[in-house]
């Protein structure tokens, strides 16, 4: 039975999605910078910056914003940092997301000091394209063309990596069938948007052959499978998320799909793009965010929907997450000697 909210009326719902948020890779990446920062705020007496970051340390706007504001420059390519800065030995991190070879030659062309805060499942993708390529295939790669995660692995074997978004993109695809075929996907896709496009593949290409283990990492899959359950008890749900988080994006759609009709998902920043008018007549709500969002952003998006009279709380949890990744050695080895 429904509670009030005090004035009588019925108090809304609000349904979590458990897991949630931050995964392992995107937390290793933040907790590198944080690293960087902490050792080197202190010390750095020449006027520079304590650390680079070549693009987004992860997708989030709100991350971003708070890394540079300790102290950390963001830049879109590794041209903007200063000759200055590479001889005095600036650390340069590498995003969650990963780059190609081609990044990684310019930064040691010009002497950078690199830590590499790439997630280690999207290295892992890394690794098996090589393999597969030393091994005389070519590989299908299903992503999202400029997202920094697909043009990093792509850019590992541009010639043997032909990149695909949807399944009517496989028709533009043509392998005699003595090519050695093997399919990998970018890490942060949903795994109901790559069945079809894998199923077109398997008609046209009947002999690819499918990756040892699936790349859809861990936490994407457990967020998608979370979100589902939390849509089937929802009148509508938000994620929160960066528009250009792919994996949060991901979720506003398993979202829509999982209200069947019933509502709409809705994707925000954070609890100031909410809209008291997307929640008239609506008795419950779900809530779940991308793997890139800060949980105060969450908690910032709950006291709005207080506010709006959704007082009741209650938690959807599908499995408990459990994975942790270390530091980039060359930080742990900078720990060890401190210590």
Same mark, same amino acid.
């Given at each position: 039975?429904?509670?009030?909210?005090?004035?009588?009326?019925?108090?809304?719902?609000?349904? $979590? !999605?458990?897991?949630?948020?931050?995964?392992a890779g995107?937390?290793?990446?933040?907790?590198?910078?944080?690293?960087?920062l902490r050792?080197?705020?202190? /010390?750095?007496?020449?006027? #520079?910056?304590?650390?680079?970051?070549?693009?987004?340390?992860?997708?989030n706007?709100h991350?971003?914003?708070?890394?540079?504001?300790?102290?950390?420059?963001?830049?879109?390519?590794l041209?903007?940092?200063?000759?200055?800065?590479? !001889?005095?030995?600036?650390?340069?991190?590498?995003? !969650?997301? %990963?780059?190609?070879?081609?990044?990684?030659?310019?930064?040691e062309?010009?002497g950078?000091h690199?830590?590499?805060?790439?997630?280690?499942?999207?290295?892992? /993708?890394?690794?098996?394209v090589?393999?597969?390529?030393?091994? %005389?295939y070519?590989i299908?790669?299903?992503?999202?063309?400029?997202?920094?995660?697909?043009?990093?692995?792509?850019?590992?074997?541009? %010639?043997?990596?032909?990149?695909?978004?949807?399944?009517?993109?496989?028709?533009? #695809?043509?392998?005699?069938?003595?090519?050695?075929?093997?399919? $990998?996907?970018?890490?942060?896709?949903?795994v109901?948007?790559?069945?079809?496009?894998?199923?077109?593949?398997?008609?046209?290409?009947?002999?690819?052959?499918m990756?040892?283990?699936?790349?859809i990492?861990?936490?994407?899959?457990?967020?998608?499978?979370?979100?589902? #359950?939390?849509?089937?008890?929802?009148?509508?749900?938000?994620?929160?998320?960066?528009?250009?988080?792919?994996?949060?994006?991901?979720?506003?759609? /398993?979202?829509?799909?999982?209200?069947?009709?019933?509502? +709409?998902a809705?994707?925000?920043?954070?609890?100031?793009?909410?809209?008291?008018?997307?929640?008239?007549?609506?008795?419950?709500?779900?809530?779940?965010?991308?793997?890139?969002?800060?949980?105060?952003?969450?908690r910032?998006?709950?006291?709005?929907?207080?506010?709006?009279?959704?007082?009741?709380?209650?938690?959807?949890?599908?499995?408990?997450e459990?994975?942790?990744?270390?530091?980039? !050695?060359? #930080?742990?080895? +900078?720990?060890?000697?401190?210590?």
């Amino acid at each position: 039975m429904q509670g009030t909210d005090g004035s009588g009326a019925a108090a809304g719902r609000i349904v $979590l !999605a458990d897991p949630r948020g931050f995964c392992a890779g995107v937390d290793r990446a933040i907790l590198t910078v944080q690293t960087i920062l902490r050792s080197a705020g202190a /010390v750095r007496g020449d006027g #520079l910056p304590p650390v680079y970051v070549r693009r987004q340390i992860v997708h989030n706007r709100h991350v971003v914003e708070e890394l540079a504001a300790q102290g950390a420059v963001f830049v879109e390519e590794l041209a903007e940092v200063p000759d200055e800065a590479v !001889a005095a030995g600036v650390p340069v991190v590498f995003s !969650a997301h %990963g780059v190609s070879p081609e990044v990684k030659a310019e930064a040691e062309r010009r002497g950078m000091h690199v830590v590499d805060a790439t997630c280690p499942l999207v290295s892992k /993708v890394h690794r098996e394209v090589l393999r597969f390529v030393r091994e %005389g295939y070519e590989i299908v790669y299903i992503g999202h063309r400029g997202h920094d995660e697909a043009v990093g692995v792509v850019g590992e074997a541009p %010639g043997h990596v032909h990149l695909i978004e949807h399944e009517s993109d496989v028709e533009l #695809l043509d392998f005699p069938p003595t090519t050695r075929l093997v399919l $990998l996907t970018q890490t942060t896709l949903s795994v109901d948007e790559t069945a079809g496009t894998i199923a077109a593949l398997k008609r046209r290409f009947p002999w690819l052959q499918m990756p040892p283990s699936s790349d859809i990492c861990y936490a994407t899959s457990n967020r998608q499978a979370a979100v589902k #359950l939390v849509a089937e008890q929802s009148d509508c749900v938000v994620v929160v998320g960066s528009a250009n988080s792919s994996n949060s994006v991901r979720l506003m759609e /398993v979202a829509q799909e999982g209200l069947a009709g019933r509502g +709409r998902a809705w994707r925000v920043d954070d609890a100031s793009e909410l809209e008291r008018g997307w929640f008239e007549g609506v008795s419950t709500v779900g809530v779940s965010s991308g793997a890139s969002v800060p949980d105060e952003l969450v908690r910032g998006v709950v006291d709005a929907l207080r506010g709006f009279g959704f007082t009741e709380v209650s938690t959807v949890g599908t499995v408990k997450e459990n994975m942790h990744f270390v530091l980039p !050695a060359e #930080l742990r080895q +900078r720990a060890s000697a401190r210590g």
